[in-house]
């Protein structure tokens, strides 16, 4: 399965500045499977040093010297370790943390030799370190679930996903190929951007088969709470990971996840399974300007799920379930939908940068309003909904683009993209329009290239 962070990771070879790169994601979203497929592609020897089973190889790494530890690993491995030619892999790194501070000799010592290193729990150990981080000698890549173009790509619809990245608003949008692809929306919502989990829908065809798989997925996620500190309470790790699939389109409530445990302690709990991914909080902005995370209230959080698939394991839904629902849209409330949009946007940003996303509400006396997401689009907001029905029904939205001004927003549902004008009302009575671009879920890949159009 070609992922897109490959077209990343040839790039990140060939750069003069290169540094080790440090990918970062949740258990099973394919780190070490990418990298071994790179390694494949691009360099004639792979030397994999997994510090979880191996060990006995530690005390290498005790040695300061780059030149001393790739003369031990290419003794070790058998293989040799030559700049341009092989590419030496660190995987489960945060088994041995100490050896990220021994990446910045490479860059300095060794920086022709291509270095990888990849953890899943990654960030327990970047927040708590006790050792001094390469900083400026080292670099990021955050990974994410497998997106739906390369879920497409994966299934061989190669010509369907072409066709995404060049259409351009007013273009005209084949009517079968629509119906196609929200069939092929729907299946996603199912099967899931878990590599293991397209992988085995791809080979057996079976949404039970892979429905097996994302529960096993599911129940390898509480194994690792023993790894998460000793200050842990277990318990309550597991009550707030099962109650996480009910909190995607809602704002968090510490009393609906359990009336146990006090609201900090849910609070840290929450904060720990995002350090893991196994979650991502999406906070309040106020949405004044650019940054949107400069004016935020943590207070005000929703949360997305790792990753959609796992989120209809979860919560039952099925393939007939699915298929079955009159609008997809409205499956569990929303949040469903919500989820999928969400999970895009959320790794929609430079891979090296910290994935974030934002939403927007208002709460007034008989005034309440509340957008689904707002993202940053070059220098200006683009306020965003997951919605069915027609531009009259987005209140919200109007309540937003009025407050704030901005010329376009996104409106994401079932039907062929298109292009309008909407109206709200300033608090005089005053009538105020912006553009409001309409688009299928399906491309939610392509909202900023599609924003940026609308804007001109």
């Not at 369907?160 to 990245?165: I, Y």
């Not at 940068?353 to 220098?379: G, Q, T």
Request: aromatic fraction near 10%.
């Amino acid at each position: 399965m070609d992922r897109n962070a490959i077209r990343y990771l040839k790039t990140w070879k060939t750069r003069q500045s290169r540094k080790p790169l440090i990918i970062r994601g949740a258990r099973q979203v394919g780190k070490s499977y990418l990298v071994r497929q790179f390694a494949e592609q691009e360099f004639k020897n792979l030397v994999e040093v997994n510090l979880e089973y191996n060990k006995d190889l530690l005390p290498y790494f005790e040695k300061q010297d780059p030149r001393e530890i790739v003369r031990l690993l290419s003794l070790h491995f058998n293989c040799p370790i030559v700049e341009g030619e092989t590419l030496l892999f660190f995987d489960e790194v945060q088994a041995a943390p100490d050896i990220l501070s021994r990446l910045r000799y490479f860059y300095e010592l060794m920086p022709g030799i291509h270095v990888v290193a990849a953890g899943s729990l990654l960030d327990f150990i970047l927040e708590e370190h006790t050792f001094s981080m390469p900083v400026g000698r080292i670099e990021f890549y955050h990974l994410g679930p497998l997106t739906f173009m390369e879920f497409l790509r994966a299934s061989g619809d190669e010509s369907a996903a072409g066709f995404l990245e060049t259409y351009s608003i007013g273009q005209e949008f084949p009517g079968p190929l629509h119906k196609k692809l929200n069939d092929l929306f729907r299946q996603y919502l199912v099967v899931g951007g878990m590599p293991e989990s397209i992988l085995t829908f791809i080979e057996s065809g079976s949404y039970l088969e892979t429905d097996r798989v994302k529960q096993s997925i599911l129940s390898t996620y509480p194994d690792d709470f023993s790894k998460y500190g000793q200050r842990v309470n277990h318990s309550l790790l597991e009550t707030v990971f099962k109650a996480l699939p009910q909190l995607p389109g809602t704002m968090v409530k510490y009393t609906r996840i359990s009336r146990e445990f006090r609201p900090g302690a849910i609070a840290r709990a929450l904060h720990l399974l995002a350090l893991a991914r196994v979650c991502s909080p999406v906070y309040h902005s106020t949405c004044e300007g650019i940054p949107l995370a400069a004016k935020v209230n943590k207070k005000k959080m929703k949360v997305l799920y790792l990753d959609v698939g796992l989120l209809t394991s979860a919560c039952g839904l099925s393939m007939l379930s699915m298929e079955k629902a009159p609008d997809v849209l409205l499956v569990n409330n929303g949040s469903v939908a919500e989820q999928f949009i969400g999970q895009h946007l959320l790794y929609r940003q430079l891979p090296y940068r910290e994935p974030e996303l934002h939403f927007w509400s208002r709460e007034k006396p008989s005034s309440n309003a509340e957008i689904d997401f707002a993202i940053a689009v070059d220098n200006t907001i683009a306020g965003i909904e997951v919605k069915s029905g027609t531009t009259g029904s987005l209140k919200s939205l109007n309540q937003f683009m009025v407050e704030r001004k901005y010329p376009v927003a996104v409106r994401f549902n079932l039907g062929p993209p298109s292009l309008c004008n909407a109206a709200g009302r300033m608090p005089a009575g005053d009538p105020y329009d912006y553009t409001l671009v309409s688009l299928p879920c399906y491309l939610v890949e392509q909202t900023d290239r599609l924003f940026k159009e609308a804007i001109k």
